[in-house]
Structures are given as structure tokens and as C-alpha cells.
């Protein structure tokens, strides 16, 4: 058997042009207030191409038609060239205005020492991910069974079903199941991601394919870069908040041992956060739409994405409807209540076809996610040392223990928090229920998956102690 012939070109364009649309409709959001730069219009960009090539290639399937590379291929070319053709056509008054560049000779020096180390990091990394020594166990039980499978099915989207349908089934219809049994809950975006680069190469089978891996963390770290120098923070500070991220070890394993949907969650998840929060700060209603789009992203990637997903599009419609600090407060207050009740009494509601949602002291249920007992389980240690000895984390959480109580008894925190605080506060209160109160304990007793469940709150916390160190410490402006 002949090995099938690579097409580089192929692979080139099926980055390259997503990238651009993206990239493109990125432009063309933000540029009628012109507040945005290069580093914010790159990340998002990816993000944004990422999304629309998966929603083109969804598209293609629900139409009953295979995914065709290249007809979808020109259809994004063809999207590129129209929203930059409409953003050079939009009249805009507004001037860009670039913050002061000039640095003292240390700074430089500095700047260009972390450029390098990251420089090096990642050549190093994107090496590993080349040489593939090891095939991440978890991402060939979740994630790459179904793009293979299409591959070799001419890009027709054959169903994976759960286990008891395709024993139940018998052989009668065309459907497969996954070795893990609820993979097949999972939203097919990031297969569909491998898809695309196999279907631009020509193969299911080489470390190329993985490539989009490298480019996702690289498009997180131009975001958080831009977003930081957006708010302020001179190039060195934006530049060692950058470095902190793209260094820490678990984000760079992910990248190696590329084929998890984790480190795509915590893009999408920070991607959204920080363009809610520049929408917050800069009044663009461009950073709104970006923030939402990525909110939805975040929803297409995995179950966790769901909820975390759900998150910013609730706190996005609260914002948007400028509700006062008052009617904040009560509705904090009702939910309150709510929680009150359906620990002590219990609510159960059928939603016929679609399942039914009860919240007791009990047990947990809700369409689609199952049903999860509650019970509290003491994992106080082995959070500790996920924490604060094992290093996949550096001294991350150590800041975040010691600078937050800081800044709060310098009272640079408002009374009210900010978009990303309030998603932050909110994404780890979902995972505290998640891993104290459901069967997941035993998944932080063998370290086997919170770290990976932390990672989708590591970029918001490091942009938002950026923000808030910069300007507790350093600027003295209120945050």
C-alpha cells in the first residue's frame, strides 16, 4: 500500500484562508470606533475563522451534502473578500489612537528576552508536536475517531451514537460509537477541526494535521497581548503577562500532545472574556459581537463549554440591557431564593421530548447533561496540591491567592465587579459544585482532569491580574 500523496499547499490554505476571513471580519467590527489593534484583530481573527469554517462545514452536512475542501474553501475566500470589501466601504470618523512606544533601553532588553524565550519555547514545542513521541490517550478515545472515520468517508458526517444505539442498532445503519462512552455527547467542532487540516493535506494520518494546536495557543497569546495593551499596560507588562500564559507547562502539553478540545475551550472562554470586557471599558459594540460569537464557540467545543459558554451569554444580556446595580441586586437576591428552595422542597420540571430539569439537595438533572447526586466530598488536599506543589502551573496560583486580597485592601476592586471577574467568579463556582459535589471527586483524588478543567479559567486570570496588579500597584487608577 502506497502511502497517499501530502498536499502542503493544501494545508497552507486551510489555515491561511479561515485565518483571513476571520481576521476580516474581525476589521470590519471594530473599525468604525478604531479601537483595536493588529495583536487583537490576529487572536480573535482565528477564533472567528475557526468558527465560521466549522459552522460552513456543519452546514454542508445537515444540507445531506459531503464536506468538500475546496468548494468551501472558495466560499471562504469569497466571505474574506466581501467583508473587507464592505469594512473599506464603511465611512469612519474616528482616528486610530496608538499609545506611546518609547521605551528606555531596559525595557527593550527585556522585551526582546521574552520575545526570544518565547521564540524558543515554542519551536522547541512545535518539534515535539512534529516528532509525535506519544499519542494523547484521551483525544484518540474523544476526539479523533470521528475525523478519521469521515475522512475515509469521502467528508460525509456518518453519526456517532452512544453505545447501547449502536449495539441496539445491529449492523442495520451506517453509525459508530466511541471507545469512551460519553464521548458521543460531545459537540463535533474540534473533530471537525482535524477534519478540515486532512482534508486540505490529504491524509488522516501525519503530526501536520495537529498544527492548529500551535496556532490556537499563539492567537490566545496575540489576543491577551492586544487586549492588555488596549487597557493601558506599556509593552513590557503586556509583553511578561503574555510570556507568564504561553510558559506555563500544561498550556504548552496541550500544544505537544495536540488532539484535546481543552486548550480550544480556554481560548474561546478567554477570547470572549477579554472582548466583553474591552466592550465594557471602550463602549465598542464590536468587542459585543466578538464576545458573543466566541460565547458560542465555546458552546460547539465541548459539554464543559456548555455551561461556560451559557456564563458569558448570560452576563453579555445583562450588560447589554444596563441593568442598575439595584435590579443586579434583586435578581441576585430571587436566584438566591431559588437555590434556597430547590435545596429545601425541590423543583422538578418535565420538558416533554426534550427531558426534564430537577434541582433538589440530591441530585442534579438537566436535558442533555444527565443526572448527577450530590454529595459533598472532602478533596481539600488533593486541591491543594493540584495547586500549589505539582508544576503545571508555575507560581500562577500563588498570585492569585496573594494579589487579590491585596488589591481588595488597597479597594481597587469596585463593589460591582467587571465582566471578566464576574465570569471568572462564576466559571470556577461551577467547577467547585462540579468537583466537591458530583461523582467528577474522584477524578481530582487521581488528578486525572481538574487540571484540565482549571486550564479553561487560566487566560482570564491571568489577563484580569494583569489589568488589576498594573493599575493597583503600579498606575493607581481604580479597577
Same mark, same amino acid.
Given at each position: 500500500?502506497?502511502?497517499?500523496?501530502?498536499?502542503?499547499?493544501?494545508?497552507?490554505?486551510?489555515? *491561511?484562508?479561515?485565518?483571513?476571513?476571520?481576521?476580516? %471580519?474581525?476589521?470590519?467590527?471594530?473599525?468604525?470606533?478604531?479601537?483595536?489593534?493588529?495583536?487583537?484583530?490576529?487572536?480573535?481573527? /482565528?477564533?472567528?475563522?475557526?468558527?465560521?469554517?466549522?459552522?460552513?462545514?456543519?452546514?454542508?452536512? *445537515?444540507? #445531506?451534502?459531503?464536506?468538500?475542501? $475546496?468548494?468551501?474553501?472558495?466560499?471562504?475566500?469569497? %466571505?474574506?473578500?466581501?467583508?473587507?470589501?464592505?469594512?473599506?466601504?464603511?465611512?469612519?470618523?474616528?482616528?486610530?489612537?496608538?499609545?506611546?512606544?518609547?521605551?528606555?533601553?531596559?525595557?527593550?532588553?527585556?522585551?526582546?528576552?521574552?520575545?526570544?524565550?518565547?521564540?524558543?519555547?515554542?519551536?522547541?514545542?512545535?518539534?515535539? *508536536?512534529?516528532?509525535?513521541?506519544?499519542?494523547?490517550?484521551?483525544?484518540?478515545?474523544? $476526539?479523533? @475517531?470521528?475525523?478519521?472515520?469521515?475522512?475515509?468517508?469521502?467528508?460525509?458526517?456518518?453519526?456517532?451514537? &452512544?453505545?447501547?444505539?449502536?449495539?441496539?442498532?445491529?449492523?442495520?445503519?451506517?453509525?459508530?460509537?466511541?471507545?469512551?462512552?460519553?464521548?458521543?455527547?460531545? @459537540?463535533?467542532?474540534?473533530? *471537525?477541526?482535524?477534519?478540515?487540516?486532512?482534508? +486540505?493535506?490529504?491524509?488522516?494520518?501525519?503530526?501536520?494535521? /495537529?498544527?492548529?494546536?500551535?496556532?490556537?495557543?499563539?492567537? =490566545?497569546?496575540?489576543?491577551? /497581548?492586544?487586549?492588555?495593551?488596549?487597557? #493601558?499596560?506599556?509593552?513590557?507588562?503586556?509583553?511578561?503577562? &503574555?510570556?507568564?500564559?504561553? &510558559?506555563?507547562?500544561?498550556?504548552?502539553?496541550?500544544?505537544?500532545?495536540?488532539?484535546?478540545?481543552?486548550?480550544?475551550?480556554?481560548?474561546?472562554?478567554?477570547?470572549?472574556?477579554?472582548?466583553?470586557?474591552?466592550?465594557?471599558?471602550?463602549?465598542?459594540?464590536?468587542?459585543?459581537?466578538? #464576545?458573543?460569537?466566541?460565547?458560542?464557540?465555546?458552546?460547539?467545543?465541548?459539554?464543559?463549554?456548555?455551561?461556560?459558554?451559557?456564563?458569558?451569554?448570560?452576563?453579555? +444580556?445583562?450588560?447589554? =440591557?444596563?441593568?442598575?446595580?439595584?435590579?443586579?441586586?434583586?435578581?441576585?437576591?430571587?436566584?438566591?431564593?431559588?437555590?434556597?428552595?430547590?435545596?429545601?422542597? +425541590?423543583?422538578?420540571?418535565?420538558?416533554?421530548?426534550?427531558?426534564?430539569?430537577?434541582?433538589?439537595?440530591?441530585?442534579?438533572?438537566?436535558?442533555?447533561?444527565?443526572?448527577?447526586?450530590?454529595? /459533598?466530598?472532602?478533596?481539600?488536599?488533593?486541591?491543594?496540591?493540584?495547586?500549589?506543589?505539582?508544576?503545571? $502551573?508555575?507560581?500562577?496560583?500563588?498570585?492569585?491567592?496573594?494579589?487579590? @486580597?491585596?488589591?481588595?485592601?488597597?479597594?481597587?476592586?469596585?463593589?460591582?465587579?467587571?465582566?471578566?471577574?464576574?465570569?471568572?467568579?462564576?466559571?470556577?463556582?461551577?467547577?467547585?459544585?462540579?468537583?466537591?459535589?458530583?461523582?467528577?471527586?474522584?477524578?481530582?483524588?487521581?488528578?486525572?482532569?481538574?487540571?484540565?478543567? %482549571?486550564?479553561?479559567?487560566?487566560?482570564?486570570?491571568?489577563?484580569?491580574?494583569?489589568?488589576?496588579?498594573?493599575?493597583?500597584?503600579?498606575?493607581?487608577?481604580?479597577?
Amino acid at each position: 500500500m502506497t502511502a497517499p500523496e501530502l498536499s502542503f499547499p493544501g494545508l497552507v490554505v486551510a489555515h *491561511l484562508i479561515p485565518w483571513l476571513m476571520g481576521g476580516a %471580519l474581525a476589521y470590519a467590527l471594530l473599525k468604525p470606533r478604531g479601537k483595536w489593534n493588529g495583536f487583537i484583530i490576529a487572536g480573535h481573527g /482565528y477564533l472567528l475563522g475557526v468558527l465560521i469554517t466549522t459552522v460552513l462545514m456543519k452546514a454542508s452536512g *445537515l444540507l #445531506g451534502f459531503a464536506v468538500q475542501f $475546496w468548494p468551501l474553501l472558495a466560499l471562504q475566500l469569497l %466571505l474574506a473578500m466581501a467583508i473587507m470589501a464592505w469594512s473599506i466601504m464603511r465611512q469612519t470618523e474616528s482616528q486610530i489612537v496608538r499609545a506611546p512606544t518609547v521605551m528606555a533601553a531596559w525595557q527593550v532588553g527585556v522585551v526582546v528576552c521574552l520575545l526570544l524565550l518565547i521564540a524558543a519555547r515554542y519551536y522547541l514545542i512545535a518539534n515535539e *508536536l512534529l516528532l509525535r513521541p506519544l499519542f494523547p490517550w484521551d483525544a484518540w478515545m474523544n $476526539w479523533a @475517531p470521528e475525523p478519521v472515520t469521515w475522512f475515509f468517508h469521502g467528508g460525509e458526517p456518518v453519526p456517532f451514537v &452512544s453505545p447501547k444505539e449502536w449495539l441496539e442498532a445491529g449492523g442495520k445503519s451506517l453509525m459508530y460509537t466511541h471507545g469512551a462512552g460519553l464521548a458521543w455527547k460531545n @459537540p463535533d467542532t474540534v473533530p *471537525l477541526i482535524q477534519l478540515w487540516a486532512m482534508m +486540505g493535506l490529504g491524509t488522516s494520518d501525519h503530526p501536520l494535521i /495537529y498544527l492548529s494546536w500551535l496556532f490556537v495557543v499563539i492567537a =490566545l497569546g496575540s489576543a491577551l /497581548y492586544g487586549h492588555l495593551r488596549l487597557s #493601558g499596560l506599556g509593552i513590557p507588562s503586556a509583553m511578561l503577562a &503574555s510570556y507568564a500564559l504561553l &510558559s506555563l507547562p500544561l498550556v504548552n502539553v496541550h500544544v505537544a500532545l495536540a488532539g484535546y478540545a481543552d486548550i480550544w475551550v480556554a481560548a474561546a472562554f478567554g477570547g470572549a472574556v477579554m472582548a466583553l470586557y474591552a466592550w465594557q471599558e471602550q463602549g465598542e459594540p464590536g468587542y459585543a459581537i466578538i #464576545g458573543l460569537l466566541l460565547a458560542v464557540l465555546c458552546t460547539l467545543l465541548k459539554v464543559p463549554g456548555l455551561v461556560l459558554g451559557g456564563i458569558l451569554l448570560v452576563l453579555l +444580556g445583562i450588560y447589554a =440591557l444596563r441593568l442598575g446595580r439595584t435590579p443586579i441586586m434583586w435578581t441576585l437576591g430571587l436566584t438566591g431564593l431559588v437555590v434556597i428552595y430547590a435545596l429545601l422542597v +425541590g423543583i422538578d420540571i418535565p420538558l416533554g421530548n426534550l427531558g426534564r430539569i430537577t434541582l433538589s439537595n440530591r441530585e442534579i438533572v438537566l436535558p442533555y447533561l444527565g443526572r448527577s447526586e450530590l454529595a /459533598y466530598h472532602s478533596i481539600h488536599r488533593e486541591m491543594a496540591l493540584t495547586l500549589f506543589t505539582m508544576w503545571n $502551573w508555575n507560581l500562577l496560583w500563588y498570585v492569585f491567592f496573594t494579589a487579590g @486580597p491585596l488589591l481588595l485592601c488597597l479597594r481597587r476592586t469596585g463593589l460591582i465587579p467587571s465582566l471578566d471577574l464576574m465570569a471568572l467568579y462564576l466559571a470556577l463556582l461551577f467547577m467547585f459544585v462540579t468537583y466537591f459535589f458530583t461523582y467528577r471527586y474522584q477524578f481530582v483524588q487521581d488528578f486525572t482532569q481538574i487540571n484540565r478543567a %482549571l486550564m479553561y479559567t487560566v487566560p482570564v486570570i491571568v489577563f484580569s491580574l494583569a489589568i488589576r496588579i498594573y493599575r493597583g500597584f503600579f498606575a493607581r487608577e481604580p479597577v
